[in-house]
């Protein structure tokens, strides 16, 4: 089993839906689970963490962990097309990260 | 804003080169790392370093150096560049901090082919 597992998709969407992201892992001493957004031909770039089980959220985002179940989601509201990128999760002890290996999502206008 | 820099976006090298890839930053973060990213397996850790003259190994070091000799800037070699090591290079680094959890910042990466 992997450390970390995403589907990779391509996921598409239409303007404005609601998108769904997960991602699971299996070290359960991970206690911060980070969401970063890569643009193609980018780095990747830090969107938003969360700290043990529980909801963030952050304007269109909102991250969700649940970690009985080791599991981590990432909800975008209302979808742009400039949401258009691979999302990695990095859950992790704080100093150390694991990365997922991304889910490419794709809004269409 | 921190920044991450990495001195080239595009590489071309020839199989057996010696191959030199550079990442500095700019907000003297303790913390650096090298990451190579394939389609598929997603960022796998190459080496990593919490201070000036330490490294460690990640999860695939094999065919690969690293040195950092100041604490900005921390180089990946290719000892003996192969056609397999042909991949998008990251360089990240972080703060280490006992609370606070800033993350990684990335550079752009250096796309490696090797020939």
Redesign the interface.
Known sequence: QKEVEQDPGPLSVPEGAIVSLNCTYSNSAFQYFMWYRQYSRKGPELLMYTYSSGNKEDGRFTAQVDKSSKYISLFIRDSQPSDSATYLCAPGDGQNFVFGPGTRLSVLP | DVK?TQSSRYLVKRTGEKVFLECVQDMDHE?MFW?RQDP????RLIYFSYDVKMKEKGDIPEGYSVSREKKERFSLILESASTNQTSMY?C?S?L?SEGW?????????TRLTVV
């Open positions: 991450v913390n990451y598929g397996l997603g960022l990251l990240a972080s280490r959890v800033e993350g990684y910042t990335f550079g752009s990466g």
